[in-house]
């Protein structure tokens, strides 16, 4: 073998991605399956439409979240516990902007032992008033603790005026945990999980009898009530900037951006080829130019966040306090740069192999394809919209980033925070 020679390069021009089965369980529920992988254990996530922008006052749908699995009338939560850790089994649970997430982790033989518990964590959690206020103290120290830093400092104002008024904008404050009451979360249960429709993903070794299981234990369920989607963002802060004081801080919390296309908008994709190239991976123009020229910062990155009712482009950072200024110039002259020099045909090249070669890894096993699927359902979109990626990433040329750039990545319009 002859290490002083690189392997020939084979270009990806399509991904094949497992496309779920679905069906439907007698209340209404609909399955979806991503089959794959040799070990004998799935992930039955459980989606319902219970995010923080659903609810009325600040950390209730987060605690909400936390307690499910802290008890039910039946059962305590150490009891759930070790319910689940006997068939080495376990409970995750996320609570987004826009949904609550409750999936299960189970070794498939004993599927038939953990379905019940999550179902009666759905059915019947009951909010011990003891582990609530747990909950609380420990939230509280350390939402104290992350209020401390300045990058989340940057983030939670940058999001606050960008989505003023809106419940993408609201954030709480540790004297909030002061005011949450039992009540608060039971209310929020009834009205957006139980009894509340949802949707059902699994992914892993599907066994044969799944659908017996599912419809034994969670088609039994009730799942009438519907759920509204969270109000779409009417119109946004943007072309202002706002400083931040925090008293004693040595470096500066930066966050720009604005808010932008979506998943659902036809030039996403092109969006996303021009934010790789300035900040979307290690080798981006914003990583080159102030961490390995200028030393201001360990990392900068850029991205792009569709969430239910809005999307939004930003760029983040920490950078020591002396650098904020020339900091802002620099970003300013790598996104000038983007709408007005022609990428080189080397960069082109390499930001493409980047971007469709981390789309292959980050779809490998089953359940990536399921996160794979669960972002295209949850906005409506199909699976179309995988194969315009590879194709529109293939198919960009430097005119074309110039022409986004131009387009989606003018400075005056940002909102900049620091």
């Not at 084979?10 to 007698?26: D, G």
């Not at 979806?32 to 995010?51: D, H, L, P, S, Y």
């Not at 945990?177 to 059902?200: E, S």
């Not at 080798?283 to 961490?291: A, D, E, P, V």
Request: net charge negative.
């Amino acid at each position: 073998m002859d290490r002083t020679t690189a392997p020939i390069n084979h270009p990806i021009k399509a991904v094949e991605l497992v496309h779920p089965h679905r069906f439907e369980l007698s209340n209404g529920v609909p399955v979806f399956t991503v089959n794959g992988g040799e070990q004998e254990v799935c992930r039955i996530e459980v989606i319902f439409k219970a995010g923080t922008a659903h609810q009325q006052q600040s950390l209730i749908a987060s605690l909400t979240g936390k307690m499910l699995t802290e008890g039910t009338t039946e059962h305590s939560g150490t009891w759930i516990a070790e319910e689940l850790d006997q068939y080495g089994a376990y409970f995750q649970v996320n609570t987004s902007a826009d949904h609550t997430t409750i999936a299960l982790f189970s070794l498939n033989r004993y599927l038939n032992k953990t379905i019940p518990v999550l179902a009666e964590v759905i059915a019947s959690c009951n909010f011990p008033e003891d582990e609530l206020q747990t909950q609380c103290a420990n939230g509280k120290e350390k939402l104290r603790v992350n209020m401390e830093k300045v990058a989340n400092l940057s983030k939670r104002a940058f999001m606050e005026h960008l989505f003023d008024g809106h419940p993408y904008g609201r954030f709480a404050l540790p004297g909030d945990y002061d005011k949450v009451d039992r009540n608060d979360l039971i209310t929020f249960y009834d009205d957006h999980i139980r009894g509340c429709a949802f949707d059902i993903v699994v992914s892993g070794k599907v066994p044969d009898n799944l659908e017996l299981i599912l419809q034994r234990y969670l088609g039994s369920l009730k799942a009438e009530k519907r759920i509204k989607d969270v109000p779409s963002l009417m119109a946004a802060n943007e072309g202002e900037s706002v400083f931040v004081h925090k008293e004693g801080a040595i470096q500066s919390g930066v966050t720009i951006g604005k808010t932008g296309v979506h998943k659902k908008d036809e030039g996403f994709h092109r969006v996303q080829f021009v934010n790789t190239l300035l900040g979307g991976y290690f080798g981006s123009r914003l990583m080159s130019n102030l961490r390995e020229d200028k030393g201001y910062t360990y990392g900068i990155g850029s991205g792009l966040v569709s969430l239910q009712a809005s999307g939004y482009f930003t760029i983040r950072t920490e950078v020591g306090s002396d650098y904020t200024e020339d900091t802002l110039l620099q970003i300013r002259l790598e996104i000038d740069r983007l709408r007005n020099e022609t990428v080189s045909p080397e960069e082109m090249e390499l930001v493409r192999n980047y971007m469709i070669g981390s789309f292959v890894r980050n779809s490998d096993g089953p359940f990536a394809m399921a996160d794979r699927f669960k972002s295209l359902h949850i906005h409506g979109l199909g699976y179309e919209y995988y194969d315009r990626y590879t194709e529109t990433v293939s198919a960009m040329t430097a005119d074309a980033v110039m022409e986004v750039a131009r387009e989606y990545l003018d400075p005056d319009s940002f909102t900049w925070v620091v």
